[in-house]
């Protein structure tokens, strides 16, 4: 008796020690029952029914194209490379679509969000980037990747990749130039009779955030669609990013331009300096052709390999033109200068105390104020008289007023007025050369900008 009153006590302690966790049992089914967003990843996909399709075949199989809307929304412009002619941009990519496998019921017509582990286990499109280089999804500190399934089938699946895609550049204008650069989305495996892409909101399914570039302004987002037709395959239909860049030109202006302008300018400055100062105006120059060289060696190595002439090509290639032409002048001013006093000298008669060595030591040539020259005796004009004529005929002689006619001095006349006053070609270069320059940045800039 004793023993079985001690079995009946140590059972009803059992049952007491167990009730709270039965209770607690039942009170955690309740909320389930309830909220069915609070359930496991497992039942979740019970949920689904993912084990009782087939989700290697997209929706509606057999039947018609599947639409797949898209938006995206820019969230910058990373870089953009003129040697490689590409662009990087980060982005979110959304795809909307309708896949009735997927419904579930619910009461409260709530939603359910799923991250990459259950994305890999149903079917998604299989939009790719045309034309791109690299492209990733990024991954910290999770993959940036969000699911999203409405009881009635709806689909919500959202990526932010960044994507390095080709740009045909044209550099003709540079760097007055225009770029327009896009982006372009296919699918890669479904032609237009298994999926049909559209843009889901038309225009509006493109947004950018605020994208301040360094060297561009944006001019321009837009959203278009097309066709693209591949011989094997087929057509698919294709969706298209496109941006218009405007260059800065300041940046330009600054690492380019304004010395290239300069050592333009001082080259000129030759001009002002003594003929006979050899070793100045021949370094002078020698540095302004050495500094334009460099500047050109600068702006090429930072540009693509073209085959056609930029418009920067022009101007610095038209400004180490005037700066060598500088140089040139300097030679035919020398060289007609040591021609004029050769001249002068065979002329005239060299004095015994004359130093040829000490006259030639500074530049290399003779100088008409370095040597004494006899100077020819002046001829007085004379008036011919006829030897018959008589005295009074002579005193009444008179010059008879007539047309003065002027001959036309002839090409080799001229060379040879030239090579007598060589200080006039920089008398003329003073002004040929500045008034040319402008003219040439007149129409540069009336063409390009």
Not at 71 to 98: A, C, G, P
């Amino acid at each position: 008796m004793p023993v079985l009153l001690l079995v009946l006590l140590l059972d009803f302690l059992g049952w007491i020690m167990d009730r709270p966790h039965a209770s607690h049992l039942r009170i955690d089914h309740k909320l389930k029952r309830l909220d069915s967003t609070k359930t496991l990843l497992i039942k979740s996909e019970q949920l689904l029914r993912i084990e009782e399709h087939d989700f290697a075949m997209r929706p509606g199989f057999g039947g018609a194209a599947i639409p797949v809307g898209i938006d995206v929304q820019v969230e910058s412009i990373d870089s953009i490379s003129e040697v490689n002619m590409d662009f990087t941009m980060t982005l979110y990519l959304r795809h909307y679509w309708k896949d009735e496998r997927l419904a579930f019921p619910s009461q409260n017509n709530q939603s359910r969000t799923f991250d990459s582990r259950l994305v890999k286990k149903i079917w998604v499109p299989d939009v790719f980037f045309v034309h791109s280089k690299r492209s990733f999804i990024h991954d910290t500190t999770m993959e940036n990747i969000m699911l999203r399934v409405y009881p009635d089938g709806n689909i919500l699946f959202s990526v932010r990749v960044t994507v390095t895609a080709l740009c045909s550049m044209d550099f003709s204008s540079f760097p007055l130039d225009t770029q327009n650069c896009s982006l372009e989305l296919e699918s890669y495996a479904y032609n237009e009779n298994d999926l049909m892409l559209y843009w889901k909101n038309g225009n509006d399914s493109l947004r950018t955030d605020e994208i301040v570039l360094s060297q561009f302004f944006i001019e321009q987002f837009h959203a278009s669609s097309g066709l693209a037709f591949y011989s094997s395959t087929g057509w698919y239909n294709r969706l298209f990013i496109t941006f218009i860049l405007r260059r800065h030109i300041f940046f330009f202006m600054l690492q380019t331009y304004f010395p290239t302008m300069l050592m333009v300018v001082l080259s000129w400055v030759s001009f002002w300096i003594d003929r006979r100062a050899v070793p100045a105006r021949v370094s002078l120059g020698i540095t302004t052709v050495l500094t334009m060289s460099t500047i050109i060696t600068g702006v090429s190595s930072s540009m693509p390999q073209v085959s056609y002439v930029k418009a920067v090509d022009i101007y610095l290639w038209t400004s180490f033109l005037f700066v060598f032409l500088s140089v040139i002048e300097y030679a035919a001013v020398n060289y007609c200068t040591t021609l004029e006093e050769t001249r002068k000298m065979k002329r005239g008669k060299i004095p015994s105390t004359f130093n040829a060595t000490q006259a030639m030591a500074f530049d290399g040539c003779f100088h008409d104020n370095e040597m004494e020259l006899t100077p020819f005796p002046r001829m007085t004009p004379t008036l011919t008289s006829d030897p018959l004529a008589t005295p009074s005929q002579v005193s009444d002689t008179r010059p008879i007023e007539g047309t003065r006619l002027r001959r036309q001095r002839s090409v080799r006349e001229n060379v040879d007025l030239l090579v007598s006053n060589s200080y006039l070609i920089d008398s003329y270069s003073r002004l040929a050369f500045p008034l040319s320059y402008l003219l040439f940045n007149t129409i540069y800039w009336s063409l390009y900008s």
